[in-house]
Nanobody, 118 residues
């Protein structure tokens, strides 16, 4: 099974920055895309950003220009640099990955809490 450990969350004031990390381990064949999602209280989980194995990225409109996704393929790790944070970015952030053999994983890690105060 593949494990993911998210870290880097915390409490920050509006306008501040955080950098999230997600390290994958376990039985990994090869990873295609990696992604960050978030879930705010009372809301559904939503896609934030995706990065391909070749480095192509795409973002949800609500983070474009503020967040940057990157990855280190040698470490099976994906990052999310979050700048100009807003109170509405408050959520638990999760990562996911598309294994070449398993596809997108259908289970989630513990996530990392991001709280942005106004």
């Amino acid at each position: 099974q593949v494990q993911r450990v998210e870290s880097g969350g915390g409490l920050v004031q509006a306008g501040g920055s955080l950098r999230l990390s997600c390290a994958a381990s376990g039985t990994i064949f090869s990873i295609n895309d990696m992604a960050w999602y978030r879930q705010a209280p009372g809301k559904q989980r939503e896609l934030v950003a995706v990065i391909s194995s070749g480095g192509r990225t795409r973002y949800a409109d609500f983070v474009k220009g503020r967040f940057t996704i990157s990855r280190d393929n040698a470490k099976n790790t994906v990052y999310l640099q979050m700048n100009s944070l807003k109170p509405e970015d408050t959520a638990v952030y999760y990562c996911n990955l598309e294994d070449h053999t398993l596809g997108w994983l259908d289970y989630w890690g513990q996530g990392t809490q991001v709280t942005v105060s106004s």
